[in-house]
């Protein structure tokens, strides 16, 4: 259906867009980015985003390597993932085109920066022609608009120098879209007044940009069609726009107040997870301490050594992190203290993609270290789930006295989404209790630091301070109750057995089946990050008519107590990832279900499309 | 004011932990466990000597904590009737760190050796020492890994034929006081795990200092490095070659102060005392970080000369102390409301 509105540009009503800006590193992407998904969620319509960075800090300008780009899914309805494609492509430059032209579908909208089309530019990414110029975007429906000369033009009474100008071409960019999708504007102006507060002279610049870019498109001919989308009928209640990393962040310093411990994080810098370091040390007003150690196995030592004295201590790190790390994990699950560690997992191995996502930690999380030494494992499923992770695995650390590996990933991690902010009221109570008695059962009157809680397992935590505790602890094998070093053969497996009840006595819900007709005959298993895809598949597969269950696992280790009844049900399962195979290992090791694994390690997110065809054919492959 | 002057207040090392008047004993610093080094070892004496020094302090006990890593050195904390951790292979300062931290009632000791400190741990202690966390670390130096049967360790000499090299270890050695004073460290002292008094007191020294103090005790391993400081040990061989330090005094020593030590060019060097005047003679300044360092290199690895006692004691602040004043100073400065940090600027909000 369609309106006229009085410019006699046709206004088109659409259920979702997404909109991909790209261009070189230096020219504003991101910020861009941003400023629409703020306008789409005050706006109120669901999103996701998707950011990709180039893997170097300062690529050189105008270069493929220096494409950095942020996808931004819009829509109507509840949406689960960035999407897979975008049926808007803005391109700043000739590299942004080239690196991104190819995602883009035919008839897919070209908005392109006519400016930096020179012959240089389009030479240094091997471009022989000007694709503007030949039959080469035939397919697609362009709009040629010199954004910087546009924009210096609109800039010429503020005086700006030429450069200076030049640089706000993103903001009208901005407004252009922004006109073309019916967007308020009132919020980016006021942000870029408060960006740029004392600078005004480059916030009004920037203003005046965004208002050219939405002028341009309401007065030249060249845009005969503007779209709606209808703000989301989302669940009732206050929202904001959050990032998984700040996500996480929030989660830890709520577990610090809900807890009531002071919340130490000893880290060090690794890609993708220098966010959270970045986002807690703003946050030491909530008894929160950052430090910034020297190595990954200083971070996680200083965070132990925190806990043990009685504060929730936490280390964040991606997978080339935990490799150094685990010695110190597994001295966490020897004296059985309390710890939260989080791996923000990037393509491996060794160094691999830093900016790039992957699920391949799994197995490391689960089974990296020496010794039989087992530890929970969870996994949030989407940007802002990871606040609710993050209060469930401290609550799993404090309750069973633990190490917990709390997996997210790079897609996660940058991608944001549209949050229902909890009430603190109704956040989990996760006060403990140290021990402040002596405890040994042969009336000894000692304290006995092994004796565990006959429900958890745990141990007391009796930390430092305590008259009457003295107690030592350490890496060597414990006789059981009493804790002290112990050699002997029958305690020692008697011990590992006990740490691992522990761990699979983990209380965590059980998984909740989305089936909606209830007659699905094949069941899709995954876990973290690919919710969205897979969920998202699975929607457009019952579309079709056919059926499919899906099952997403928060809980890795131990998995839920319905998992293999769930499992047992369907006649297929299978089990998509970013790695190759490694939950499928799992479930087939532990439930001897003839799980199909389905693998993608190329550094991305997977698209629902891709998914979707696999689920069909699954389905469609059943036996009548 | 610079960046780092937080204007704290001046501290002893041991502000902050609570302390009793009931008399201690150095009994009631050992615990039920039984003491597993070999016969003849040097830890023996350490122990002693710490449990000995210990009650003088007057600390509660509960609130005093041991940290090791692994070797035999590290074997301490089970021995000691306080809290312990005994930790893994070099990371105890580490993990010491964050019980600072998190901590400031706790007097924090750790308890590490040769390998231990200097070789799989040099990481850690360097930057614990850069830092000053308020920690005492008396590290063992018996020149040989023990724990592991005889291997040679980042401070035993060139050439040293051990297990692991029986034509010879290839490796240079570190001087720990050297490499101490390099990273930065407002506190090195050395003693000599025979004598008593020297090591308690630069353990004393260690304990009221508000930093990092780094104390390097020469400890003797009879089974795999036996007499390592044997000529140290000796009388007449001990008086021409230690030279202890006390602040403030004229550096002269032997059996009746015949030996000074006097400048030479950019270090010292030790002069008859009857042949220098005694103006040349150089007088110890801890807070001097020349003066420590060129005392550390008159200390050499065939012991011709060993310094001991404090080598360096300087006032700065401390991690610790730094890391609690800005949760103390962002806590002044903003309320901690959970809910309006979990709303931020943006919000919106959907009506049924
Ligand atoms: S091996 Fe050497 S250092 Fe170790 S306990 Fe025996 S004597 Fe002491």
Redesign the pocket.
Known sequence: MSTDVGSGTEVRKLDRVVIRFAGDSGDGMQLTGDRFTSEAAAFGNDLATQPNFPAEIRAPQGTLPGVSSFQLHFADYDILTPGDRPDVLVAMNPAALKANIGDLPQGGILIVNTDEFSKRNLTKVGYAGNPLEDDSLAAFQVHRVAMATLTIGALEATGLGKKDAERAKNMFALGLLSWMYHRPVEGTERFLREKFARKPEIAEANVLAFRAGWNYGETTESFAVTYEVAPAKLAVGTYRQITGNTALAYGIVAAGQRSGLPVVLGTYPITPASDVLHELSKHKNFDVTTLQAEDEIAGIGAALGASYGGALGVTSTSGPGVALKSETIGLAVMTELPLVVIDVQRGGPSTGLPTKTEQADLLQAMFGRNGESPVPIVAPQSPSDCFAAALDAVRIALTYRTPVLLLSDGAIANGSEPWLIPDVEDLPDLSVTFATEPNATDGSGEFWPYLRDQETLARPWAVPGTPGLQHRIGGLEKAEDTGNISYDPVNHDRMVRLRQAKVEGVEVPDVEVDDPSGRARVLVVGWGSSYGPIGAAARRVRKDGLQVAHVHLRHLNPFPRNLGDVLSRYERVIVPEMNLGQLALLLRARYLVDAISHTKVQGLPFKAEELQNVLTDVVKGLPA | MTAIDLGLPELGGLAGVPTTDDPQKAKDYKSDQEVR??P????YVVLNAVQSFLPSLGLKRENIVFVSGIG??SRFPYYMNTYGMHSIHGRAPAIATGLAVARPDLSVWVVTGDGDALSIGGNHLIHTLRRNVNLKILLFN?RIY??TKGQYSPTSEAGKVTKSTPAGSLDHPFNPVSLALGAEASFVGRAIDSDRKGLTDVLRQAAEHRGSALVEIY?N????NDGAFDVLKEADEAEKRIIPLVDGKPITFGASGEFAVVREGFGLRVAPTSEVSASDVVVHDASDEHLAFALSRLSTQDLSHTVTGVFRKASRPTYDDSARAQVEEAKAAKQADLASLLHGRDTWTVVG
């Open positions: 080094w070999c003849g070892c040097g830890d035999c050195s018996n023990g724990l400890q391993c009879p089974i795999f």
